[in-house]
């Protein structure tokens, strides 16, 4: 079957090429705000606590950079429980896995920007595969990269631990300390987006069914508005 064969077919692909309303445009514009505030709030934060770190120890993880607890001396502690255990050190310039992230929510930014300037349907719908592409990436690189620390332990390190997968999203026990990793405003600022976006996808291609429909029933072509 070709598309001239099914005039509804026909229709709503054309409807892909019609530019975006005046409503959609605002609301796209609307979701630039959560993800710039990304920027400033932490993505992820790991935690773990132990009989003798009752107060806990805690590493918060942002696009450009790492903070922790006890003004950053949390992470000088993260890092020599590390050490006993043969885990590499955790430093900002080890996590090659973050350094894509603020361009890749840079370019969502400029593109959000296009398609509320200049953007149709089909540019939207494009935009919204994108961004569940790079949220998927994002996730899946964070995971793998904690897979790696956990994996790749020094075998002449003072204790000898069983390789292992740190807690990626929840609670998990390791040796005496329990950690526990959970996202962050950062990350939930980008989730908005991230929805927000979907939402309005959405929403324009509800549209155009109901347009290629219109058009099917009255066996003639309007023109589009």
Sequence with gaps: MTLQSNPSAQTFFEFLNVPLSNKVRILLLTLIAPLALSFLFPLWRISMVAPQYPKGLFLDIYSYKLASGNEGRDLEEINVLNHYIGMRKIVREELVDL?????????????????????????????????????????????????????????????????FTPAILGTKQVANFITNSWPLAGSWMIGIFAVGLWAVTAIALWEGRKHSARVNTAGTRPAMA
């Design 99 to 163: 350094n894509w992230l603020p361009f890749a929510i840079g370019g969502l930014a400029l593109l959000l920007l296009r398609a509320a300037a200049l953007g149709n349907i089909r540019q939207l719908v494009d935009m919204s595969v994108v961004t569940a592409y790079v949220s998927c990436f994002a996730l899946g690189r964070f995971a793998y990269m904690l897979y790696v620390f956990g994996h790749d332990l020094d075998e002449k390190a003072p204790m000898d631990v069983e390789p």
